[in-house]
């Protein structure tokens, strides 16, 4: 066996700018639909060569449904565990540091924290090691000297002098396929996961050899592994790992899929309802698309990473008449007592649409939240919508003074809506549509409103600073980490610290602190007169050089919720955000009250929106703030009237102090 020294002579590896060494900027987490889940499983059950191992089923299978199903379904759950999320992210990568972009799945196996579990760039999906350790011998095993595995874990290269263990090498580690990478003194762990640069096994010998084996896409320790929900960092490795067999290549994980108990519950009828009929109408035209399982058709809701399709007119028309079918049969059955069902006639046509179709529109992503607007159907308005279900003879409505149109009855014994079949809602909140009707009147119903768990809540406000890196002698001084994020009282001790330590106290005035060169180059640039006046003298009072010093940090905050601490929750750029309240006038003398913000204070805008809707006595919308980005949008909620105080009010309850509230009286055009 030809194996490579153990030294760390250069030629083991070469430095490379590693993509992850970097954090990347990684987008919000959106919920993975079960219809992908499956896909993205078996496409890595196909791209991986993962054996598909049948096991008897713990009931008795349906009729025409096989035995190997099940098998399938435990062997997606060890890969993509169910309620995976995605997330897109932006990156750095190469020598040129090229911009890169992919997605992350983020999943947690039972007993184990949420963790990023594989990435995709462009047609590859890569493992991260948590998944590796989850699932011995999903790849091929590639060895090296431990020396030499510290260098790839800080983001270098295999070159083909260090493998080791070989040859002979894995079979299956071939160009262009997915090895991990484990170190000789811990053969079963796999640490570093990378894509070989050229055929490893069909090497003869190693030493003397030239070049890059494996090029490192991600190991422990770097910033995808450091990923986590709360904060808290990576997971450490485990001791030992059973299943990583260096002669075996690839059917551990279906081995394993013996000991799952879970069974493939993504199945339409497990998931309960019906879909919408152009959904339904596009998984028929794709029957026998997957091999791997048996009467399986569905089609994704929305592609990840493939762009979401442009739904036509009538694909919109669809679901905003299946929303209100299903608001009508919602309230037809939780209130079958009241010969109303809970609806006060006259109903105007913005109650309507904000409280019987807004809250069933199947919305799952920001884009679906702009692109399911009442104004992108065939209908362009609340009133023609009301005025089809009126010619269907589903309900009764008029026309106002004024062009309102207002409805008078509905027909809840009709079987359009006592026949109506429920399909799945999104279990998180998500902006809906602007309704684009008009109008005023009274609540629609007297109790029901969606739950709004943001009433009562604690909020609390920490403002945090980063100093920059020229400070680093500064923090030197005390030991502290100038890496680190650290409230204006923490900042003081550590400054006083180093004027102590360097002695810069002035002798004939102790408030007074004299400068040396770090401080008179790094916080007093010249660029104000106040600089230079300071450099002038060379000294400045010691409240003046703390204040100075945080004006040179980068601001951060963090937004606490209830109970949570600083430790548990990521601190965000920048300074802490501000609720706006705006009063306008609109139409010559009607005033409007516009509200945005409230979202990063855990705050549901169409459920603040209900409220506002009742204790005003106003007619209230919610749609995207203008300027606002699609794939990130802020809600802005308005309400007609002045009703600054209401919302405050309102806020209030929620937990928000009122000093976190800007607002802005337009309607006699100042600030108040």
Excluded at 365 to 394: E, G, H, M, V
Aim: a neutral charge.
């Amino acid at each position: 066996m030809d194996s490579a020294p153990k030294s760390s002579r250069s030629w083991h590896c070469d430095v490379n700018s590693s993509m992850f060494k970097k954090k990347p900027n990684i987008k919000a987490l959106a919920p993975l639909r079960s219809s992908d889940r499956r896909r993205i499983a078996d496409q890595i059950i196909a791209d991986y060569g993962v054996e598909v191992q049948s096991r008897e089923p713990t009931h008795q299978p349906k009729a025409g449904q096989e035995t190997a199903t099940i098998g399938v379904g435990a062997t997606r759950n060890a890969l993509l565990p169910d309620n995976s999320q995605s997330a897109r992210f932006t990156t750095t990568a190469g020598k040129d540091l090229k911009q890169v972009s992919g997605t992350l799945y983020v999943g947690k196996h039972a007993g184990q924290p949420q963790r990023v579990l594989w990435i995709k760039l462009e047609d590859k999906i890569l493992p991260t090691v948590y998944t590796l350790w989850m699932n011995p011998g999903l790849v091929p095993l590639l060895h090296t000297p431990d020396v030499v595995l510290q260098k790839l874990r800080g983001g270098a290269d295999l070159m083909t002098p260090g493998l080791a263990r070989g040859p002979p090498f894995a079979r299956k580690a071939t160009k262009g396929s997915v090895v991990a990478i484990a170190s000789l003194e811990k053969p079963n762990i796999p640490m570093v996961v990378g894509v070989c640069e050229i055929d490893v096994a069909s090497l003869q010998q190693v030493r003397g050899a030239k070049g890059h084996a494996v090029r490192g896409e991600h190991w422990d320790g770097d910033e995808i592994w450091a990923w986590s929900q709360g904060g808290s960092g990576g997971g450490s490795a485990p001791d030992d790992l059973e299943g990583w067999d260096t002669n075996h290549d690839g059917s551990g994980l279906a081995e394993r899929t013996n000991d799952f108990t879970l069974e493939d519950s993504d199945d339409a009828q497990n998931e309960g309802g019906v879909a919408i009929p152009y959904l339904a109408a596009k998984s028929s035209q794709d029957k026998g698309q997957n091999e791997f399982v048996e009467g399986e058709d569905a089609e994704p809701f929305e592609r990840i990473d493939e762009g979401e399709k442009d739904l036509s007119t009538k694909e919109i028309d669809d679901i905003f008449w299946h929303a209100l079918l299903y608001g009508l049969h919602h309230h037809r059955n939780i209130t079958r007592s009241d010969p109303h069902h809970g609806l006060n006639f006259p109903l105007n046509q913005s109650a309507l649409i904000s409280n019987l179709v807004l809250p069933f529109l199947p919305i799952t992503t920001p884009t679906q939240a702009a692109t399911l607007n009442i104004k992108k159907t065939s209908w362009k308005n609340a009133k023609k919508f009301i005025k089809a279900f009126d010619k269907a003879r589903l309900l009764k409505s008029k026309d106002r003074d004024g062009g309102e149109c207002v409805v008078l009855d509905i027909d809840f014994e009709d079987p359009a809506i006592v026949n109506f079949i429920p399909y799945k809602l999104p279990k998180k909140e998500t902006a809906g549509a602007e309704s684009g009707g008009g109008g005023g009147g009274k609540t629609i119903t007297a109790d029901i409103s969606p739950s709004d768990s943001s009433i009562g809540q604690k909020l609390s406000k920490i403002e945090l600073y980063k100093p920059k890196e020229q400070l680093a002698p500064v923090f030197a001084a005390s030991k502290a980490n100038h890496h680190a994020l650290y409230l204006p009282t923490e900042l003081r001790p550590i400054i006083n610290e180093y004027i102590d330590s360097e002695k810069l106290v002035s002798d004939t005035n102790k408030r007074l602190v004299n400068l040396d060169p770090i401080l008179a180059n790094t916080v007093f640039d010249g660029s104000t007169p106040l600089d230079r006046e300071v450099l002038a003298k060379g000294s400045v009072p010691r409240d003046a050089l703390i204040d100075r010093i945080l004006k040179t940090c980068s601001p951060y905050h963090i937004i606490l919720r209830n109970d949570e601490t600083r430790d548990s929750v990521k601190a965000k750029a920048g300074h802490a955000p501000k609720i706006t309240i705006v009063l306008e006038t609109r139409s010559g003398n009607k005033t409007v009250t516009k509200l945005s913000g409230v979202e990063v204070f855990y705050i549901p805008p169409q459920a603040l929106a209900d409220e506002l809707q009742k204790t005003c006595a106003s007619s209230t919308s919610v749609g995207q703030l203008a300027g606002s980005s699609p794939k990130k949008p802020v809600m802005e909620v308005m309400v007609q009237g002045p009703q600054k105080d209401a919302m405050i009010k309102a806020l209030e309850k929620r937990g928000v102090n009122r000093q976190w509230v800007d607002v802005h009286d337009k309607t006699k055009g100042k600030k108040k």
